[in-house]
C-alpha cells in the first residue's frame, strides 16, 4: 500500500476520533474451536440471559432481541471502487450540486489520488480513496448543534418539519434521500442493502439554522455493519511514525435544510469486496462472548448492558508516518526513505474485513455509544468507552 493511501485512511480517522482519547482499554483473549458452536446456535439460550448479573462486573439487559441470521461471513472492504473513477466522481458532482454544478470546477489530487469538486462559493467535495463521499453544499459544513427530535422513517411520514428553508413532512425528506441513495450509492454499493435508520431535526450551534439529519445504515445479507463513531482512538508512538488502532464505521448521513435540498453528504462507508468475503461456519455464541467478559474484565468494574447486537466491525491497526524533522510546508510525501523504512518494520498491511461482532452497549448519561466488544470469532475483546 502506498504512502497516499494511509494519509487519505489516517486524515479521515483522525477528523471522526476528535472525540476519542488515547486511555481506551484493550484486553485481548483468542479462543480455539472448541469455543465456537454453528453459527445456527449462537443466540440459543438468550431467553435465560436476559438480566442476567454476572457477580455485578456485568449486568445484562433485561430485554435481548435475536438477529434472524441464516448466514454470516467476513467482509473485506476496498478503498476505492471498481471501474472509472473520473467518470463516476462526475456524475455524483453533478447529482449532488444540480444546477449549479460546474465541471470546470474539478480537478484530480494526484498525492491522495482523490477528485475535488470546489468553486468560490463553498461548494466542495472529494471522491477518492478513504472518503468516497464528503460533500458540501454553499459551505455549509457540518457543525455542532443540539438535537432537538427523533422521528421514525416509516411511522411518522406525515409529520411536519420546520426546516431553514421551508416546511416539509418527513416523508419528503426520506423520498429525496431515498431518490439520491439509489441514483449515487447503490450502482456502487451494489453488494449491501442501505436504508434510511433514523430521522433527527437539528438545530445547529451559531447560526441556530434548524435542519435534517437523515442516517442511513448498510447491511450485508441481512446484519448490519456498525455506523456509530468509536471512541477507540489509539496511538503508538514511534521514532518516526505512529501506529493507530481504531475502528472503522460504515457510516452515511445526509443533511438538508429543506425538502428536496441535500447540503452535506457525510459518508465513510467503504466499497464492499463481496467476491472475497468466507462463509463462517462456527461462532462464538451470545452466553459465550457474556462469560469472556466475565473472567476478562477488572474485577472491581461494573458495566450495567442496556443492549446488545450481533453486527459487522471492522477493527484495524495501521503505520502513519510523523517525520519528526517535517518542516513548514512540508509534508509526508517528502520523506520516502522514511516511508520505505516505516513498511519494512511494519510489515505487511492487514486488509480492512469486517467481522461479526457482539456489541454490548452500555448505559451511560454523556450520549456517546459505548460499548464493550466481543469479536465472534476470534474472542478479542475491547473496552471501546471514551474515559475523556
Known amino acids: 500500500m502506498k504512502l497516499k493511501t494511509v494519509i487519505a485512511i489516517f486524515i479521515t480517522a483522525i477528523l471522526l476520533s476528535s472525540c476519542a482519547t488515547q486511555e481506551n482499554s484493550v484486553n485481548t483473549r483468542q479462543t480455539d474451536g472448541s469455543d465456537k458452536v454453528p453459527v445456527s446456535q449462537i443466540w440459543e439460550g438468550y431467553e435465560e440471559l436476559q438480566g442476567k448479573n454476572y457477580g455485578d462486573v456485568l449486568v445484562l439487559p433485561d430485554k435481548i432481541i435475536p438477529s434472524n441470521i441464516a448466514e454470516l461471513y467476513t467482509l473485506p472492504v476496498d478503498l476505492s471502487s471498481d471501474g472509472d473513477h473520473s467518470a463516476q466522481s462526475k456524475e455524483y458532482f453533478k447529482r449532488f450540486f444540480g444546477d449549479g454544478f460546474d465541471e470546470n470546477a474539478i480537478s484530480f489530487n ?6 475535488i469538486y470546489a468553486t468560490a462559493n463553498g461548494d466542495f467535495s472529494a471522491f477518492g480513496l478513504g472518503r468516497p463521499f464528503t460533500a458540501i453544499k454553499g459551505g455549509e459544513s457540518p457543525a455542532a448543534g443540539e438535537i432537538i427530535a427523533y422521528y421514525n422513517p416509516w411511522t411518522d411520514l406525515d409529520t411536519v418539519l420546520e426546516l431553514a428553508n421551508g416546511s416539509c413532512t ?9 431518490s439520491f441513495l439509489k441514483d449515487s450509492y447503490e450502482p456502487l454499493f451494489s453488494d449491501l442493502d442501505l436504508k434510511i435508520e433514523s430521522v433527527m431535526l437539528y438545530e445547529r450551534a451559531g ?13 450485508y445479507r441481512g446484519l448490519m ?9 489509539e496511538v503508538e508512538n514511534k521514532p518516526f511514525y505512529k501506529i493507530i488502532t481504531n475502528y472503522t464505521p460504515a457510516k452515511i448521513e445526509f443533511e438538508l435544510d429543506s425538502k428536496d ?13 463481496s467476491e472475497k468475503s468466507a462463509k463462517l461456519e462456527e461462532l462464538i455464541s451470545l452466553s459465550q462472548a457474556a462469560e469472556l467478559l466475565e473472567k476478562e474484565l477488572a474485577l472491581f468494574s ?28 512540508q509534508s509526508v510525501n517528502d520523506f520516502p526513505e522514511l516511508e ?36 465472534a470469532v476470534t474472542g478479542e475483546i475491547t473496552v471501546d468507552i471514551n474515559r475523556g
Not at 447560526?207 to 447491511?219: M, N, Q
Not at 455493519?225 to 482512538?233: Q, T
Not at 435540498?261 to 469486496?273: G, P, S, Y
Request: glycine content about 4%; hydrophobic content about 35%.
Open 170 to 178: 418527513v416523508k419528503e425528506v426520506t423520498d429525496t434521500v431515498n
Open 340 to 375: 520505505a523504512e516505516m513498511y519494512e518494520e511494519f510489515g505487511d498491511i492487514p486488509p480492512r474485513t469486517f467481522v461479526p461482532t457482539w456489541c454490548f452497549y452500555l448505559q451511560n448519561q454523556n450520549g456517546n455509544r459505548d460499548s464493550l466488544k466481543v469479536n
Open 302 to 329: 461494573h458495566y450495567s448492558i442496556s443492549e446488545i447486537k450481533l453486527m459487522y466491525c471492522c477493527k484495524v491497526r495501521l503505520p502513519s508516518l510523523a517525520p519528526p524533522d517535517m518542516g513548514p510546508g
Open 207 to 219: 447560526d441556530l439554522k434548524r435542519i435534517v439529519r437523515c442516517k442511513v445504515s448498510a447491511s
Open 225 to 233: 455493519l456498525e455506523d456509530d463513531l468509536s471512541p477507540l482512538f
Open 110 to 115: 494526484e498525492d491522495e489520488d482523490t477528485y
Open 261 to 273: 435540498n441535500i447540503i452535506n453528504a457525510i459518508t465513510t462507508l467503504l466499497f464492499a469486496n
